[in-house]
């Protein structure tokens, strides 16, 4: 196997891993998570970004070091102080800060990495203060119209085709009555969007690495957003008919895993398909 299709399988594994591990820590095992993190870790360093090392952002510097440091601890003090556990914007916060360490080491794999994990965590966290944060304090209500209009009634509307009605109660609520009654919330990480984030943080990191020209690397992210959202979609209906044949208890054992495992087929596809076209 050459160093470029070793790199791409590398690649491929690490987006699986990762994924993994933020969905694990923050919605399933800890442990789990700990443990691909470190897996994907170790992946990491095997990788040999040929053009990484030529960027000329990020270069060593102590306020880089110092400011890791700072994310890194400010971070987990808050945590720990408030007695709250690690949510996805908390393991993307902390990975960004870890990659800004990182990047400042005297190892240079490690350093190259860490601009890799600099680029995904930075745009993962930009983009949720935006949506999430910025939106929230200006009162625009786009999150809830996006569950609903985007997410909830396409999917409802799918699953009344194959025969199984579904009772729309609120706006990211529905009713199931299969193998017994219950409700099912369609909002927060149901949206799809965290999973969107991640991998226009990826694709955008790979073509800075990989020096994309602007009209590839904008090409990319637009089919990253659309196949991101129709594979969301495809979560919804599983977890609908989840529900509906096997009821809530396998339904939420399905939800910790399947969100994960499906982005980080997808991630390798768009990986894939990346390569292809160089």
């Known amino acids: ?25 923050s919605e399933g095992s800890t ?16 990788i040999n970004f040929k053009h990484l090392g030529n960027s000329g952002l990020l270069k060593k510097s102590k306020t880089y070091f110092v400011i890791g440091v700072f994310i890194v601890s400010a971070d987990l003090y808050y945590n ?6 690690l949510g996805t914007l ?24 860490s601009k890799f994990g600099a680029y995904i965590s930075s745009v993962f966290v930009v983009l949720y ?9 200006l009162n625009i209500d786009f999150l809830h119209k996006f569950d609903h209009y985007m997410i909830l009634l396409p999917t409802v509307k799918i699953i009344g085709l194959m025969g199984i009605p579904l009772e729309v109660i609120a706006t990211e609520t529905v009713r199931i009555s299969g193998v017994e009654e219950m409700t099912m919330v369609i909002g927060g990480p149901c949206s799809g969007l965290y999973s969107m984030f991640l991998l226009i943080g990826i694709v955008f990191g790979y073509s800075q690495i990989e020096k994309m020209d602007f009209n590839r690397t904008f090409m ?10 129709i594979s969301n979609l495809f979560r919804v209906i599983v977890l609908y008919l989840t529900a509906y044949y096997y009821g809530e208890e396998t339904m939420m054992l399905v939800h910790t895993h399947i969100g994960w ?11 894939y398909f990346i390569e292809l076209k160089r």
Do not use: W
């Not at 789990?32 to 990491?44: D, E, R, T």
């Not at 990319?220 to 959202?229: E, N, R």
């Not at 495992?261 to 990986?271: C, L, R, W």
């Open 1 to 25: 196997m050459d160093n470029e299709n070793k790199n791409l399988v590398l690649i491929l594994l690490v987006l699986a891993l990762f994924t993994g591990m933020a969905v694990e820590v």
């Open 31 to 46: 442990v789990v998570g700990v443990i691909l993190f470190l897996i994907s870790i170790f992946l990491l360093t095997q």
């Open 80 to 85: 720990f102080k408030n007695g709250g556990e």
């Open 90 to 113: 908390d393991v993307m916060t902390l990975f960004f800060g870890a990659s800004l360490i990182g990047t400042q080491l005297q190892n240079p794999q490690i350093a190259r990495v």
């Open 129 to 137: 203060l935006i949506f999430y944060s910025m939106f929230a304090f």
């Open 220 to 229: 990319m992210l637009g089919f990253c957003v659309a196949v991101a959202y």
């Open 261 to 271: 495992i499906i982005f980080a087929g997808v991630a390798a596809g768009i990986m």
